[in-house]
């Protein structure tokens, strides 16, 4: 069982910055996906940016410029960056992680972001 673990959530300011780091208890050999989903108060869970293994990306609309999504394999890491930071961000951030070829996939249990106006 593969466990994550978010950290870098906070308060910031609109405009501001803040980096989400997401560390998974085991090196993952299988061909995976890492991303990171967002739910605010009375909304869906949304998804926010994924990650291949061999680096490919995928970002929602509403973070595409803003946002930027890395991934350190050799230290099973993955990382948001984030940028230009708005109110309408403000969410509880989930790394995710799915295995390719699977139906197995694995959740962290989230870090707060607030961004005030």
């Known amino acids: 069982q593969v466990q994550l673990v978010e950290s870098g959530g906070g308060l910031v300011q609109a405009g501001g910055s803040l980096r989400l780091s997401c560390a998974a208890s085991e090196t993952i050999r299988s061909i995976n996906v890492m991303g990171w989903y967002r739910q605010a108060p009375g909304k869906q869970r949304e998804l926010v940016a994924t990650?291949?293994?061999?680096?490919?990306?995928n970002y929602a609309d509403s973070v595409e410029g803003r946002f930027t999504i890395s991934r350190d394999n050799a230290k099973n890491m993955v990382y948001l960056q984030m940028n230009s930071l708005k109110p309408e961000d403000t969410a509880v951030y989930y790394c995710h992680l799915r295995l390719i070829y699977t139906t197995i996939n694995y959740w962290g249990q989230g870090t707060q972001v607030t961004v005030s106006s």
């Open positions: 990650i291949t293994t061999v680096g490919n990306t």
